[in-house]
């Protein structure tokens, strides 16, 4: 079954993030793409947030494992958000008789509108940072 996996670096953009997150999720619910196309996000924050502010690190892990709740970071405050580093990992795992579907959304997907915006990578099943990126994606929640 070939596989790509795109990395969006989306830096400290949240809500590029999200309208990338809300685009996805649209294409599976309206292409019936289910298991198809997965989605998932990494979140890391600077050091220097974790020194200013004593429990702001501590919501923020908590905040991380849903990736779906902006709300919940967005109370915190201005400064945690602009610090953080957003990657959006969206994996393609069609069937080998859907290649032709598969070839069509890598195309397609780094020219829409939020990814457009993002510093993107796109790795495929052959390539040498697949397992090690393939096993970060399956790591992330």
Do not use: C, Y
């Not at 294409?27 to 998932?40: A, E, N, P, V, Y």
């Not at 780094?110 to 510093?119: D, G, I, L, N, R």
């Amino acid at each position: 079954m070939p596989q790509s996996i795109f990395v969006f670096d989306f830096g400290s953009n949240e809500a590029a993030a999200q309208q990338a997150r809300h685009k996805v999720d649209a294409w599976k619910q309206g292409f019936r793409l289910g298991d198809k196309m997965q989605l998932k996000f990494e979140r890391t924050d600077s050091a220097g947030t974790e020194e200013e502010s004593g429990a702001d690190p501590r919501k923020a892990a908590r905040a991380k494992p849903a990736g779906k709740k902006p709300a919940v970071r967005k109370g915190d405050g201005n400064k945690a958000d602009d610090s953080g580093n957003i990657r959006l990992f969206v994996r393609l795992a069609f069937s080998d008789h859907e290649k032709l579907s598969h070839q069509r959304w890598l195309d397609r997907i780094p020219t829409e509108e939020p990814f457009k915006s993002a510093k993107a990578q796109t790795i495929r099943t052959g390539d040498p940072e697949f397992p090690q990126t393939a096993e970060l994606f399956d790591s992330l929640e």
